[in-house]
Every structure is written in structure tokens, then in C-alpha cells.
Nanobody, 123 residues
């Protein structure tokens, strides 16, 4: 089993920045990729960004490309999401997820999920 704990959410004005962290523990040797997803009120959960655990390859949703940066620190078993130029439409609960599969954007490919952290962007 892998446990994921997110932190770093909060409230920020439009144009501001936040950095989310996700610390993994447990059987982390099986992780091949980690990702961030988000779910806004009344909407389905959507893919935000993903990073491969070994090579550091990254992939982003078009809606965040150029504003968000995903990175990982293998020594700390932690993945980060740096969010800049935040918009009100970025308001959502952000979830960290891990998979033993390859770098993917599909939710059901992710085996482990964190509890989520709220990000609120005011206009």
C-alpha cells in the first residue's frame, strides 16, 4: 500500500501563486508516475498534471499549461505542483494520485489517492 498526504492548499487572489505538496509513504518502490487531479463544485474530477517517477517526464492539461509546474523529489518521495497566475476557475479540491503504470492521464489507472486539499481563488 501507498499512502499519500497533500498539503499547501488555501485561499489566494486571482493572479497569485500556491505550491501544493504530496508526500508518499509505504510501498513507494512500486510508483512509476504521480499526478494531480482536481474537482470543482458540481463538476467531474479532471486531470491536471503528471510526472514520471524515474525520468521526470511531465504532462499537463491544456488549461494549466504554462501556469502550473509539476516536479518530484525522489529522495523525499514528494511531488509538487507549483501554481502561478491562478484564476477563479482553478478553484477546486486538488488530489494527488500515484500509479505503478506508465505516465497516464486516466483516473482509473491510478491506484492510490490522497484525501485532497482545497484551493480557492477569488476574483
Amino acid at each position: 500500500q501507498v499512502q499519500l498526504v497533500e498539503s499547501g492548499g488555501g485561499k489566494v487572489q486571482a493572479g497569485g501563486s500556491l505550491r501544493l505538496s504530496c508526500a508518499a509513504s509505504g510501498r513507494t518502490f512500486g510508483i512509476n508516475a504521480m499526478a494531480w487531479f482536481r474537482q470543482a463544485p458540481g463538476k467531474v474530477r479532471e486531470f491536471v498534471a503528471a510526472v514520471s517517477w524515474s525520468g521526470g517526464s511531465t504532462y499537463y492539461a491544456d488549461s494549466v499549461k504554462g501556469r502550473f509546474t509539476i516536479s518530484r523529489d525522489n529522495a523525499k518521495n514528494t511531488v509538487y505542483l507549483q501554481m502561478n497566475s491562478l484564476k477563479p476557475e482553478d478553484t477546486a479540491v486538488y488530489y494527488c494520485a500515484a500509479t505503478g503504470s506508465t505516465l497516464v492521464t486516466i483516473q482509473h489507472e491510478y491506484d492510490y489517492w490522497g484525501q485532497g486539499t482545497q484551493v480557492t481563488v477569488s476574483s
